[in-house]
T-cell receptor, first 116, second 109 residues
Framework: DTGVSQDPRHKITKRGQNVTFRCDPI?????LYWYRQTLGQGPEFLTY????????KSRLLSDRFSAERPKGSFSTLEIQRTEQGDSAMYLC??????????????FGSGTRLTVV | RKEVEQDPGPFNVPEGATVAFNCTYS??????FFWYRQDCRKEPKLLMS???SGNEDGRFTAQLNRASQYISLLIRDSKLSDSATYLC??????????FGQGTTLQVKP
């Protein structure tokens, strides 16, 4: 396990279809984050998990978006009824959180979604 | 107002030039700050942390001004390989990374 893995790397889908992305964090990391990045912008926070608990969700995460991390390891991000505005790079990151520090934020290579 | 603001640029500089980027943040309680580098169509990668006393890593110097709530990154003797987008990042009180828009640097021969 050398880093954060995301699958697929690219996804092209028709408007209205559902898509699901997967993220495998660094194994010893207990926190997992999802971000979305559009062209010319920095990554925008969507949600994060500590172990299996989803602790925070952005207002950007509409009802069509859902994320899970059922066993506190990998996570999935699902977008239902995709819209063209969902086209973006979806980035996953993980980190190790202790009582005193947060360390080791590492990003995956991202999943680039294109909705046509 | 965005929580972290940067001038998107682009900054076009010749090789060997010194270039500086600034970033402002809105939450005065923020404690941890970073600069990330992002190459085109790649994921962000940590460039350096920013400490209150300022820190240097080779040609890169980061400074934090808590009173004015801004962070700076100075790149000396720019190389062609420095061309990238530089993202200012603040950690929120819940531990998530908050990114600025990014500043694009293009170093020309």
């Amino acid at each position: 396990d050398t880093g954060v893995s995301q699958d697929p790397r690219h996804k092209i889908t028709k408007r209205g279809q559902n898509v699901t992305f997967r993220c495998d964090p660094i194994s010893e990391h207990n926190r997992l984050y999802w971000y979305r990045q559009t062209l010319g912008q920095g990554p925008e926070f969507l949600t994060y998990f500590q172990n299996e608990a989803q602790l925070e969700k952005s207002r950007l995460l509409s009802d069509r978006f859902s994320a899970e991390r059922p066993k506190g390891s990998f996570s999935t991000l699902e977008i239902q009824r995709t819209e063209q505005g969902d086209s973006a790079m979806y980035l996953c990151a993980s980190s190790l959180v202790s009582r005193t520090a947060i360390d080791g934020y590492t990003f995956g290579s991202g999943t680039r979604l294109t909705v046509v | 107002r965005k929580e972290v603001e940067q001038d998107p640029g682009p900054f076009n500089v010749p090789e060997g030039a010194t270039v500086a980027f600034n970033c402002t943040y809105s939450n005065s309680a923020s404690q941890s700050f970073f600069w990330y580098r992002q190459d085109c169509r790649k994921e962000p990668k940590l460039l350096m942390s920013v400490y209150s006393s300022g820190n240097e890593d080779g040609r890169f110097t980061a400074q934090l001004n808590r009173a004015s709530q801004y962070i700076s990154l100075l790149i000396r003797d720019s190389k062609l390989s420095d061309s990238a987008t530089y993202l200012c990042v603040v950690i929120s009180n819940t531990g998530k990374l908050i990114f600025g828009q990014g500043t694009t640097l293009q170093v020309k021969p």
